[in-house]
């Protein structure tokens, strides 16, 4: 019974433009480290799984640049997914294949483009999870202890311990809770039994497949279409009509929200989804004005603004709550309000036909 590991990099990370591209997406950036996200999940992944048994999937633009920052991926374990379907498809093609190497491998599922601080309390949390499944049949999420009432996050809300491994304990999960409101996170903050949903697990990759089976099943079906042309010529063509025909829908509320399997590692990994450039004025060092500084630049009379800059210096005077943010081609001004909705202009883009810009 071996540990598998699935990093999901198939993303496109729209509210990171005008650095975030199609070709080369926020997981493949230096944000924080002068190793890319991706890179950083791969490394955190290494002392607990080996490379050979670390999976990859993403789509067919992004393959050659997941080569080129780690050339050690093995091309066997690199899944193309035709075109993102959100994250069930992604996780369920991935499981068909881990399967295959292991009727009862077990499986981490990471995005690939988190930040995590306490690496050492994130590898136990995988040791612990593995330990556990090696004796139950459970769909571990690991759950990140709030720290703030942020609304950003969805919650997962917990109930009684139903084992503790190493001084761990792993508790039964008792709903799963959409992005709340400001006084919702300030209540679930309040209550102790509220953890927010990383959005990373770990199974046994034929446990998630029976879950798959019996609350997606029409997914199932074209999973078991696609298993039967494994190795053959047709796979491709397989997989990509199996797309077609899925819906799109996550994990959560494909499966998560319905299994009676689910249960929650509480856990304090210095953990952010980076989800936006907010979220990365908020993880950046800052002066005493509240501005956050990456790369070359210049700030006076200025207050609680981030400054990202790759190439160009950067001056910025007498602002206050603006990103401000260049690439080789671009530049983006936005209120740090707004940092949400910076998909909505890579949406402009696409419909002015800006495809350079995308």
């Known amino acids: 019974m071996n540990m598998f590991a699935v990093i999901m990099a198939g993303g496109v990370g729209t509210r990171f433009w ?3 591209r199609e070709k080369k997406p926020k997981q493949f950036l230096r944000i924080f480290d002068q190793r890319t996200l991706i890179q950083q999940t791969y490394d955190r992944l290494l002392p607990v799984i080996p490379n ?8 067919t633009n992004q393959k050659a640049e997941l080569l080129r920052q780690i050339p050690q991926a093995e091309e066997e374990n690199i899944i ?28 981490v599922v990471l995005p690939a483009d988190h930040l995590i601080r306490n690496i050492a309390a994130f590898q136990k949390v995988l040791r612990v999870g593995e330990k556990f499944l090696q004796q139950q049949d459970y769909l571990v999420t690991i759950g990140v202890t709030p720290d703030r009432p942020a609304t950003g996050y969805g919650y997962i809300q ?17 709903t799963f809770a959409e992005k709340p409101t400001l006084d919702t996170a300030q209540r679930f903050l309040k209550s102790g039994d509220f953890v927010r949903n990383s959005g990373m697990f770990i199974w046994k990759a034929k446990i998630i497949l029976e879950e798959i089976e019996e609350f997606l099943p029409e997914f199932y079906d074209g999973l078991m ?21 899925i819906r799109s829908i996550s994990i959560d509320y494909g499966v998560m929200e319905k299994s009676r399997r689910v249960c ?21 060092d800052k002066d005493k004005n509240g501005n956050g500084i990456v790369g070359e630049a ?21 602002v206050e709550n603006l990103i401000i943010t260049e690439s080789e ?24 036909k800006l495809k350079n810009l995308i």
């Not at 929650?264 to 950046?284: C, M, N, P, R, T």
């Not at 081609?329 to 002015?352: G, P, T």
């Open 52 to 59: 050979e048994r670390i999976y990859f999937v993403l789509n």
């Open 264 to 284: 929650v590692i509480k856990s304090d990994l210095g953990w952010s989804d980076v989800g936006s450039w907010d979220e990365v004025h908020k993880l950046v």
């Open 80 to 107: 193309i997914e035709p075109f993102g379907k959100n994250t069930a498809p992604c996780i369920g093609l991935a499981a068909l294949h881990i399967q295959r190497q292991d009727p009862e491998a077990i499986m």
């Open 329 to 352: 081609d671009a530049i983006l001004v936005c209120h740090k309000d707004q940092a949400q909705n910076v998909r909505e202009l890579v949406e402009l883009l696409k419909r002015k």
């Open 225 to 245: 279409e696609i298993e039967n042309h494994i190795g053959q010529p047709t796979y491709w063509e397989v997989v990509e009509t199996v797309y077609r025909q």
């Open 18 to 20: 005008p650095h975030s």
């Open 298 to 318: 210049l700030v006076k009379d200025s207050r609680e603004c981030l400054i990202f800059s790759t190439d160009k210096f950067i001056a910025a005077l007498g």
């Open 158 to 174: 917990f109930s009684e311990p139903i084992a503790e491994i190493d001084g761990i304990p792993i508790y039964r999960v008792k």
